[in-house]
């Protein structure tokens, strides 16, 4: 078993005072001297259909009362923004929905004023993938860069599709507002954006791993420190229930299917069988666990 330790608290930050309903969680994992915080942006609200459409749908019934998951029902993933501080570095792993996308979503600032940081405070950015959820925070109201002082970084692969004219009209009617708003808000950053390829060393003991298929260039990230390490996943592994317990049943959250499943079932073989810890953007309990095999599939544990 790698060596971390990992502390839940619910912290309650000085605007929270202000709003008595208002409280952030956040999930720590120590990493050597680097500490590991997800921060909750709130939830999406999603028709079922939209993630569940194209998997077998007698076996998904008989699967999903186990996860409690009812299929008449939207579903409610959260959303967990990945804190790295090592060093002098303070590293968001993609910024959230900011205020456009949904109104369940978009909470990323008060949770980083909950761990007493601003924007200004964020030395770097690097985006698993282009999604609104993951992106759309990048801008402040006005439209303008937010975290003016971070070195912004994305996949090449994800800049390019996303930045393509085209995409806008062949991406499907579903997304089409996703690449709206991402051409949109790229252009604006487009001067500040750097690209990075699989395998690079992104930032210090921080290594790009290309985990395509949810998004053409989505990335992952290895994550390394003082001996242990940790893989931020983003959506390539979309939810803690179905696509842990049947990762080659096809899911609409990704973009291009099949390659999505091959991706999934890869990256849950080697993180069950390195055992190392997992964090995934849409996972339930703060979003840091490990993969465990199951009879069949996986099963995320958080009690790690
Ligand atoms: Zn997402």
């Known amino acids: 078993m790698p060596n971390f330790t990992r502390r839940a608290c619910l912290a ?11 409280g952030f969680t956040a999930e720590r ?19 079922s259909d939209f993630i569940f459409g194209p998997a077998p749908q007698e076996d998904l019934a008989r699967l999903v009362p186990e996860f409690g998951i009812d299929l008449s029902q939207p579903l409610t993933p959260p959303c967990n923004v990945t804190l790295l501080r090592t060093g002098d570095r303070t590293i968001l792993f993609d910024c959230g929905a900011g205020p456009a996308f949904q109104d369940s979503a978009g909470r ?7 761990e007493g940081l601003g924007p200004e405070d964020i030395t770097d950015i690097v985006f698993t993938h282009a999604h609104p959820d993951h992106l759309w925070g990048v801008l402040d109201d006005f439209d303008e860069p937010l975290f003016l002082n971070a070195a912004h ?4 692969i994800e800049r390019d ?18 690449a709206a708003g991402a051409i949109r808000r790229l252009a604006v950053i487009e001067d500040i954006l750097e690209t990075f390829e699989d395998g690079d060393e992104v930032l210090p003991g921080v290594a790009a791993v290309l985990t395509p298929g949810h998004t053409p260039g989505h990335m992952a990230f290895e994550i390394a420190s003082g001996g242990t390490s940790a893989m ?3 959506d390539a592994v979309g939810n803690d229930h179905v696509a842990m317990a049947r990762p080659a049943w096809p899911t609409g959250a990704d973009q291009d299917t099949e390659t999505g499943v091959a991706t999934r079932v890869r990256l849950l073989e080697r993180l069950a069988a390195e055992g190392i810890a997992a964090v995934g953007f849409h996972m339930s309990g703060g ?3 490990r993969v465990e095999a199951a009879s069949e599939g996986y099963r995320f544990v958080t009690d790690i």
């Not at 605007?15 to 208002?22: E, G, K, N, Q, V």
């Not at 994992?29 to 028709?47: F, H, I, K, M, R």
């Not at 996303?162 to 499907?172: D, F, R, Y």
């Open 153 to 156: 970084r994305i996949g090449r």
């Open 108 to 114: 990323l600032l008060d949770a980083l004023g909950s």
């Open 12 to 22: 309650i930050g000085a605007a929270a005072a202000l709003m008595p309903r208002a």
């Open 287 to 289: 979003g840091i666990g």
């Open 161 to 178: 599709y996303w930045m393509a004219p085209e995409t806008v009209n062949t991406i499907g009617e579903a997304r089409a507002s996703f």
């Open 29 to 47: 994992l120590s990493l050597g001297d680097a500490e590991l915080v997800t921060l909750s942006d709130g939830n999406l609200v999603l028709p």
């Open 232 to 234: 931020v996943i983003g």
